[in-house]
Nanobody, 122 residues
């Protein structure tokens, strides 16, 4: 089983930057997709950005040009650099990994982190 530890959330003013990190641990052989989702109060969870092991990236239209996702495959860590933050970016941000292969030969379809709060407010 993979453990996901997220960090970097907090309170930031509109227009400011914030960087989220998510480290995956647990005898991992490989992770295909690493992603960030978010859920604002009263709304459904939505994809923010994802990156594949091959390096392709995908972003929600609402964050294109402002957010950048990256990963360190050696450390099984994914990052989300968020710039020009807006009030509407306020949400709990969740790390997600998909298609995880373990050293034991086991496999997981998808796993979620516990979430980290990002609040954009003046």
């Amino acid at each position: 089983q993979v453990q996901l530890v997220e960090s970097g959330g907090g309170l930031v003013q509109p227009g400011g930057p914030l960087r989220l990190s998510c480290a995956a641990s647990g005898s991992i052989s490989s992770i295909n997709t690493m992603a960030w989702y978010r859920q604002a109060p009263g709304k459904e969870r939505e994809l923010v950005a994802r990156t594949s092991s091959g390096g392709t990236t995908d972003y929600a239209d609402s964050v294109k040009g402002r957010f950048t996702i990256s990963r360190d495959n050696a450390e099984n860590t994914v990052y989300l650099q968020m710039n020009s933050l807006k009030l509407e970016d306020t949400a709990v941000y969740y790390c997600n990994v998909a298609d995880v292969t373990y050293n034991s030969g086991g496999w997981s379809l998808t796993e979620w982190g516990q979430g980290t709060q990002v609040t954009v407010s003046s």
